[in-house]
């Protein structure tokens, strides 16, 4: 579990910093195939798996990052959606390849904002733009995410990498490897009691039981069925073009 991989590097002075990432293609989000197994389930097996899955997997990978005191470094090739996307509001830094685009289609897929995305989404890259992404589903490009704040910048270079690109590439990680340890973790520190970290718990529990009513509602899997079976739909129809 990366969560497990986040908390345990905390105490281990080789780690200097966390790098985040998923090679070309960054994340597809969430896999939705396994909601629409929701179908038939009486509402309080679907209550149980959905508070299992979310307070066991997704809150405690979102409350190791918020704590972290080791820098967490982001690179977003491709797509970065969902969960992944909304995640990277914890990151202290997130470099995007050219063809980056991030996006969060709760709307179209019937969800509930997560990740801390309704807290730290209108912070870092201003309330209007945020209302786009999370309520119009907007896409961001990666010129985008740079120009509103999101993101620190565009690492060209990183277009044609192979799927484990040099970190060396990624300005931020050598100077921060040869910063001294001690200094470096105590800064961090500081920054993370800068911060109101028991508003961003609340924030992660409240969305996620959000989110776990969303997965509960009764017209949701059907609904999810039907908006997958049109991608698959739209896919298909393009291959023949």
Not at 8 to 37: C, P, W
Not at 42 to 51: G, H, I, Q
Not at 213 to 233: G, Q, T
Request: aromatic letters at 8%; a neutral charge.
């Amino acid at each position: 579990m990366i969560s497990k991989i986040i908390n345990d590097a905390q105490n281990d002075e080789k780690v200097k910093v966390i790098l985040i990432h998923g090679g070309k293609f960054f994340s597809s989000g969430n896999d939705l195939s396994v909601l629409t197994n929701m179908l038939g389930k009486t509402k309080e097996e679907l209550r149980a798996a959905s508070m299992d899955g979310i307070f066991n997997n997704m809150n405690p990978y979102l409350n190791a990052l918020n704590d972290s005191v080791k820098p967490v470094v982001a690179v977003v090739r491709g797509m970065c959606l969902g969960i992944q996307f909304t995640m990277l509001t914890l990151a202290d830094f997130i470099y995007c390849s050219p063809d980056a685009v991030f996006q969060t289609p709760f709307m179209k897929s019937f969800q509930s904002p997560e990740g801390t995305s309704t807290l730290n989404f209108p912070l870092q890259m201003g309330r209007r733009l945020a209302s786009e992404v999370l309520l119009l589903d907007k896409p961001l490009t990666a010129k985008e995410a740079v120009e509103c704040g999101f993101a620190n910048s565009i690492i060209p270079e990183l277009q044609n990498e192979p799927e484990w690109f040099d970190i060396n590439k990624v300005p931020t990680i050598p100077k921060l490897l040869e910063t001294d340890y001690r200094t470096l973790i105590n800064c961090k520190r500081v920054l993370n009691f800068a911060k109101d970290k028991q508003k961003t718990q609340e924030v992660i529990k409240e969305e996620g039981i959000q989110l776990s009513n969303a997965w509960v509602d009764e017209e949701f899997a059907p609904k999810l069925a039907s908006y997958m079976m049109s991608l698959i739909e739209k896919r298909e129809a393009k291959a023949k073009l």
